[in-house]
């Protein structure tokens, strides 16, 4: 077995789960979930670190490695009740960036192939383009939508030179074809970037961008809901991206651009949990996650949490056991 | 006069208040609350530090330590309207659990038998055992009902081999029948852990637990009620136990084990204000604050004033003074 | 040109604006807004360091320092739709108080006279004396009112034997007329300080605080409400003042007196926007930011934002097109 | 197999050696050395954190965890021309002293037993006692000199009311009989403690202790070889324990209990190298590295380059080839 | 008794020392040394925090804070052998240098008049002129020569429009004759300043400074006898200025002014040492302690032991029992 | 005029130096010295953050950013005596590591060719192989010498795949050309890296590598002779490669790959003070300064200081006047 393993440190597998090995087919076959560490930050253009994402995602928990967590909130085991391999990093040496996004783009691919939901442990944000486009190799150009929780549209054109980069992936999904600029849906967006020639090409693209003012004052159950109709329209699956600092600073400060003023933690765990139990989601990302910056390893515990949402709600929807979030966990009788 | 006092750092008291020693019952005659350090570390499952949490609590305070705290909110003082003073720390050998909570429930019962309220500075969650039995040792054991801020449900059987550690005291208390199963109230509850044949034990006891989800969607003041309503039924008193973890850890990073997605900094204030002024409170705890995690003694701050919030509750209640919370500080006119 | 620059680092301007200097008034002709620093914090009665938020607010970014910042919310751009220029710091030896708020003052008295905004990056909170009187010297004594963001209410008298320090400058202000103690609008005062003979004094005022249970059980946006009202009657503008401790610790961890249990960075923003939008704001301080206590810059950013949001709004309502906060920011079609 | 692995984290070994299990001779037998972590911390008088030092040391390097490091000062690679496994960790329970130290000498003398060099990696310096004892069971108690890197004696009696703790196991082992106290050379010690009665004591074991002030006047070197002759005297082996406090806190700061004005970590290299070189070791335990303490992973990164340093040299030892400091890496011709 | 007690935080005293209260001579009549902090940073020309050194530096200790601390090097115990008090505080508003060093000089005269040694706790750097000028009052004007340990000279002349300051102390004091130019010795000076101007003025006053070039080249010791020797001419007592910001900042990151260059901790020690065993000192201070840039304490431990080393010091030589740095702590036989 | 200026943050220069442009020729004519950011670390094997070197070296000191630094041990100002440039900084994509590699090395080129010695603040090692292929191309290939400090001799072949990184500049410059093997002098070696097969490769060059271990026995002075002697034969000139890692991590722990045991910040100082002072440097590179994992800045204050020592050496050269580092700053006389 030629297993690349890991780019930084000891091999390792998410909380124990068991390895597998992208060249060696056998090792994933009949897997529900396989997890893919891109430890490339050399997209970012300010703060790097996200290279250290997918060891610090894969570790940061407090519970014993064992490949099981049974959730609280939906009784199930993520880990457990789906199949799930980790199948190490792709190596990405993060002064190269077009050869590293085109590895990727092959790993997702041949997870996506397989059959399995690849979950991508960033990295940066970079890594939305192959890993949205290895997927959508599989399931068809325009046949996903996109959901894409952000601070940033990411969706800028030229920067520093060049095309691809962590500010840019989502305007290359789109014009490669891969996601249809009107099945593109971003939340929590805010600041002061793009500009107006950008927001005019994403209009330009009918793209549906939740910007914070608007979540806060319409409630962001309510944009979740709107904006899941439209996902579901005329869509074989759902791409979820989640870049990390789409959560206010307070809540995630290990990440390479902060802007205040975002989502708090739980809000994100309660909206990925909504999205992978109610829609067909078939690729994950979550990236932006920069140990450097973080403390206390609540960022990196954050993006574990993420992950852990989402598989549980995979889980619980693929039960098929109805579930009302309102239930009590213990009801006293 | 044979005062243990600190076991780390200078023998401080909390923001200044007036020492005793409870091996001379007259330093603390009359008092209503009796503040005590439990710097015992060794029972945490992964990260420690909770020792210093005594001493980084009585001091986590930019104003003068002068044994005076005017609430804002309530309007009275809680260091001066009650008579408060701090017995100092029980000695407690991180390396030997069992000793010190044995030390610890001794000198509980001697602050609770003097008909005085404890106040436990933890210290990790291990000394729950030895605070709520010290407590109920005086008022019956089944007497006193348990609301329970936590992200964990600490009910663990036997873990690294032992009965005892902070991921197992509710289960003792239950067993040793100090706290009734069905007057156990858990507030906050999320996360991976445990799992089902622990849940499946405490359904066994009829414990009401509201994890996340629940209090998100019903709201935390309804589901506050709803427990008062169980917590008060044939009880004659109520014990707090609040492990800083219920706090999401942008709110609180300096703790043992973290778990995103919690209570802000707020909501607890909130609750804790409710708590000590609708319901009958006849001891308290504050633990899990690890100060080697902390940043900018934030979350020392925070268990600070989760003790003041206590105490100005506890004397607002005392002063029979009817109280709004919607009522202004000032009306400018 | 002498250009006193800055007092601490290199001479930079907030995010690349253009330069000004206060003794060339050619150098400020015609804007509206002039950014001053004032890196002052000898009157800090625990955590000095805001000395340094000058400099950390001005380029606490991600993005470009162009002297551009299109807001996604407002879409404007309050750096180039205004014009701003940064005048530098005032020189502030921090053992001298007595010198450094009457240079201030002059200073901001220089702007206002010149009929731009002076936006004033502190500093410890002393400068708010300076900094309102200055704006009043210019608009009338007492035709001013404040809106006054903080967890504590800065109305002592007399502290370490001083009549200025960060304490107390909002009593010295409404001593000296600069501002009607029944114009002076308080909000998110929490904690424990003042006590009731300050407090009698402040209503003896008749001053409007809005403490933060007030606040929790009222709503935000109707206390804003209610405030703004207070605050145009018979006014000619508004002095906008924000402490960074308004906000919680977890959200603004770099500040001097942190006070659990304050605003979310989110609420700040949305409350300086709606401010600068509806009301006709004539100066504003951003204060307390002290980066030493900081982490990963997050409270900086924040400082940075919070003057990013006003200028935006200023823009927007100069701009005369009405704005709605729930508008898409794109809408998918 | 059963293997424990690890106590906290993922099952990792060090520096990527294979793994083997103690309860299977077969998967360690032939080693020449065994890598054991004993993440126990209950000990600890002050800071805790130790138990991470496993962990932490394990994987502190930023070369590819290969199992392979050549020296470039020894030429030799420790960690393939010896053969070297990870049992992984003793369970060491922090709240149950006893039963951890029970375990570790149980486990340290089935490792030397085998034939094996044990390198423990602590936990705090309790497990001194274990460490030494367990050696000293395979080899004979009185016949294996001890060389101690500390800047503290840890011969302390009682403290906290325990017999046991990382302040009292050389007392302990001397006691024991397990290492004479005439063959007990102790350097670096310095500071303040512990007071004439201890010290007393240890003149009495005919104790060599080698204070920093007689150090820096006659020089590590001749220091070292004058405590070599006194360790080679009617012995069969060495242990060798460093506590990572010997040296000077600029150098080690991730440790409990830091005394400033010790050695360089380049003494301390130096001086492990001479050791493992020049004497016959038959263990080596590395202690005190606690890493909430730590800044960027350097007290971590000095535990691990000690082992390595320690194995290196004994790779060369049994090489049978001499070795001159002195000899250029490279000489240019 | 009014004794001020502490600035901030707790009121505590050095490890344990007995208080003291200047204002009633009884309180520390016969003392030997006593303690005094000056909580003041007003006069930083950049990183405050300093105001903090009091503080830290009284409890930055792993042991118990029990008054005792024998010294293993020295073999006496410096908080027992001599008669040690904690005079607290001297109240110090950094926003008012002039008030503060106004005060520091009475309180530290009023020690040296009562025949102690005052032991200055800083606090920046100002306070050497208030420290040494107080001193000077009781044993003479020109009486007294100073050893200066620092990286900066401090002998400016007018800063920030300012005369006094912590880069001015020393001109002051050799301009209003409190200390002769000539018996001015400086040692570890190193860096960029100060310039031309300065030098030519210090070059007039006679005074001899020790770059760390030269010291590096001639090594300490033979520096430091040279040195002895001037101020031992003509004077009847030291006062030793220790600015922590001599050592190396990999050694005292902690401080406000770093530069890279400096001694190691050790090399301050063992001069401290040196000094106090050698020379009758009569004064001591210990400044630039600036805890919110330190890390895991060290520097604050390690002005903590500049203190210890300087009072055990003290206490050999008033035994007269002669000292030899080369004997062994424990000679093994 | 067309100055790049910053890659990230504001546009400043090193300590206030004036701004030049190297596109526009007269911005630079008849420096000495020009100073240039390569704010690059997409060539880091493990933790980036050295992209935000050149700004934290430029602005790292606490003296005012006037342009000018006089040193106290050498007595020029290095800034003023020479006429020192700051031309910006090269965009360096980081995820284009050949590009930005490129287009340093025309920048180093523009330098060189116009008289100036570059001076470059890396970012990563990457960088060493256009810095001096740059100043190879105009002082002939093969007549440039190399003095190299580092713990790692940077002489790897392919890695991750690639040619270019921050382990393998060296042997591409010697493949190349630029630099001659035999004129290659490498300073502080240690470690584990490379092995044996890239050794050879080395051996075969003939380099001189001096490793730790020989340091410490021969002297670091005397190696430095040696060293000086091989690369004045038969050269026009010294490029001097400072990677800060070669400093022990206690002095430099913001660094990507520290390795325990190097030189202390005063070994370095003096070391480079030599060079410069004695030899004719053409070309000078600081890399490796990464501040996400610096502590207080100590170590971007390093590499600014670095820069500094070599400035004021060879202004110093260049004055004619002979230096001794044995002379006393101030003579007392």
Redesign the interface.
Known sequence: MTRYG?M??????FL?VDRCDLTDPASFEGADVVILGAPF?????????A??GPSAM??AC??A?DG??????LRV?GLRDLTVRDAGDV?C?????E??IRDIEAAVHTIAAAGAIPVVLGGDH?IALPDARGVARHHGFGRVSMIHFDAHADTGDIE???L??HGQPMRRLIESGAIRG?RFL?IG????????EV?SW??GQ?????????I???GLPECLTEAFA?ALDDCDGIFLSVDIDVC???????T???????L???EL??SV?RICYELPVVGLEVVEVAP???????TA??GN?VV?EALSAIARRRSGEPWD?????????
């Open positions: 890991p930084y440190g000891p091999d390792i597998t124990g930050d050399g997209g970012t253009s300010h703060r790097p670190g290279r250290f894969r570790q407090y519970l490695h099981s967590r049974p959730s609280l909130a085991d190596e040496f993060s002064g190269d960036l050869t590293s970079s520093f030179g060049h691809y980069g009107d971003q967006l805010r600041g002061y970037w793009p500009g107006p927001l994403m209009a009918n793209m549906r961008s939740y910007e914070m003012t608007e806060v004052h319409r439209i206010d600073p307070g809540h995630a400060p290990g390479g651009t902060p802007e205040p003023g975002g708090s933690a739980r765990l309660d949990r450097p910056y973080d403390h206390a390893d609540i515990l954050l949490r852990l979030p309102r239930q009590p966990l213990l009801d006293g009788r």
